[in-house]
């Protein structure tokens, strides 16, 4: 399975975007610097984290992005989510009917590959599903120097908007 870079992009952003004190925003020129991706494919997911309730977008000269809701109620399934979509990774086609040998075969029971597969995702999606944003952070701070923290600091405050 691979997922696209903007799942990854989207969830440093919203990390970044959990870290501003309450009311700020980021721009998304903003976002893709502090990043260094583009701007152009970034903002793309931004109004997808937006639409699906992970971000509010402010506009104006002083707007930008920032989460409409805690971190801490924020999970990385839910991102993901957002960019790639909710649908299933795996897709059975049944091609086992295809066999020469039994092309009239009625299977009766589930493809053991397609049941193996999407126990695997299901896994992985509460894998997902039990990591906060709020933990991330936590994490990240936790294992920062001081000098990344500090470097970091002055970075935001002075981009910040709406503060």
Known sequence: MKLSDGVEWSL???AL???LPAGATLSNAALAEYHGV???YLVKHLKQLAKAGILESVPGPRGGFRLARPASSITLLEVTEAVEGPGPFFRCAEIRGNL????STVFVRPCE????MLRAE???REALRSVTVQGIVEQVAASASPERQ???RRWLE???RGV
């Open 122 to 124: 299901r896994a992985w």
């Open 158 to 160: 002075a981009h910040l």
């Open 100 to 103: 020469p040998c039994c092309s």
């Open 113 to 116: 590959i397609n049941v193996a």
């Open 38 to 40: 583009s701007e152009s």
């Open 12 to 14: 440093h952003c919203v």
């Open 150 to 152: 500090a470097a970091s």
């Open 17 to 19: 975007l959990a870290s």
